[in-house]
């Protein structure tokens, strides 16, 4: 008997990526084509449901024209109360942690 396939629910992670600013303007000017990294870090090797086994994962996204950048994540709570994605920008680097089945995230300051 064939399996079924397996699915896992994704949260959508965004953020606009922008520069230091400029004391005569009143707004911040975008980071065109920037390259965002999000990288797992997780104690685990298996997902909790589904079981699937893992491997590291990163995911690599770019800014458009706005310096607006996402990305479709698994919740890092699906693989244990430890786990956490590490997002590294140009300027910045943070930690997302959530609980699984987390609505969508605004990181914007």
Do not use: C, H
């Not at 109360?81 to 987390?102: C, D, K, N």
């Amino acid at each position: 008997m064939p399996s079924s396939p397996q699915t896992i629910a994704l949260s959508l992670v965004y953020d606009y990526e922008m520069g230091s600013g400029d004391p005569t303007q009143a707004t911040a000017k975008p980071i065109v084509n920037a390259t965002i990294r999000l990288t797992l870090f997780t104690d685990q090797a298996v997902n909790a449901a589904p079981v699937v086994s893992l491997r590291p994962n990163m995911v690599q996204v770019m800014t458009d024209q706005n310096g607006y950048w996402q990305a479709y994540l698994e919740p890092a709570a699906n693989y244990s109360p430890t786990s956490y994605w590490l997002v590294e920008t140009g300027s910045r680097t943070f930690r997302i942690t959530g609980a699984a089945g987390q609505a969508s995230a605004n990181l914007a300051p």
